[in-house]
C-alpha cells in the first residue's frame, strides 16, 4: 500500500485550486460537484497529491492560527530565495526568514492566501 492523498477543508478549493496551480506548478487532477467541490491535486510529476474541499456542515480550521510547524505543505524548490519573493509577490505571506541549516538543507516558511502554511525547501541531499 501506499499514501494516495492528504485533504485539506477550505472555504473555496476553487480559488485555492487555482492559486497552487498558477504559483506552485501543481495541477487539477479531478474536481467534484458543488457544494463540496473535492478537488485533487498533483504535483508536476505525479508523484503527489492533495485534496481541497469545502464542506458548509464542518468548521474550516483557522490554519493562519496554528503555528506553521504543526502543519504545513512542504514544496522542494531549486531556488528558495527567489520562490519565497516569487510566492509574496503572488499574496502569499513570508513567517520569518529564510534558514539555512548546518547540513546545507534551506529552508523559507510561507502562508499560503488563506493561512495554511506553505514550506519552500531545497536540501542538500534529496530525500526521495
Same mark, same amino acid.
Given at each position: 500500500?501506499?499514501?494516495?492523498?492528504?485533504?485539506?477543508?477550505?472555504?473555496?478549493?476553487?480559488? #485555492?485550486?487555482?492559486?497552487?496551480?498558477?504559483?506552485?506548478?501543481?495541477?487539477?487532477?479531478?474536481?467534484?460537484?458543488?457544494?463540496?467541490?473535492?478537488?485533487? $491535486?498533483?504535483?508536476?510529476?505525479?508523484?503527489?497529491?492533495?485534496?481541497?474541499?469545502?464542506?458548509?456542515?464542518?468548521?474550516?480550521?483557522?490554519?493562519?492560527?496554528?503555528?506553521?510547524?504543526?502543519?504545513?505543505?512542504?514544496?522542494?524548490?531549486?531556488? #528558495?530565495?527567489?520562490?519565497?519573493?516569487?510566492?509574496?509577490?503572488?499574496?502569499?505571506?513570508?513567517?520569518?526568514?529564510?534558514?539555512?541549516?548546518?547540513?546545507?538543507?534551506? $529552508?523559507?516558511?510561507?502562508?499560503?492566501?488563506?493561512? $495554511?502554511?506553505?514550506?519552500? $525547501?531545497?536540501?542538500?541531499?534529496?530525500?526521495?
Amino acid at each position: 500500500m501506499r499514501v494516495e492523498h492528504v485533504a485539506f477543508l477550505v472555504d473555496d478549493p476553487n480559488a #485555492v485550486s487555482k492559486w497552487y496551480c498558477e504559483n506552485l506548478g501543481m495541477k487539477q487532477v479531478r474536481q467534484g460537484p458543488g457544494p463540496n467541490f473535492m478537488t485533487f $491535486l498533483a504535483d508536476d510529476g505525479d508523484n503527489v497529491m492533495f485534496e481541497i474541499y469545502a464542506n458548509p456542515e464542518v468548521q474550516t480550521p483557522d490554519y493562519a492560527a496554528q503555528d506553521p510547524l504543526i502543519l504545513h505543505l512542504a514544496f522542494y524548490s531549486d531556488d #528558495v530565495d527567489g520562490d519565497r519573493a516569487r510566492l509574496i509577490e503572488a499574496g502569499a505571506t513570508g513567517v520569518g526568514d529564510v534558514f539555512h541549516r548546518e547540513d546545507g538543507d534551506v $529552508l523559507a516558511m510561507l502562508r499560503d492566501p488563506w493561512g $495554511l502554511a506553505v514550506q519552500v $525547501l531545497s536540501r542538500k541531499e534529496r530525500m526521495l
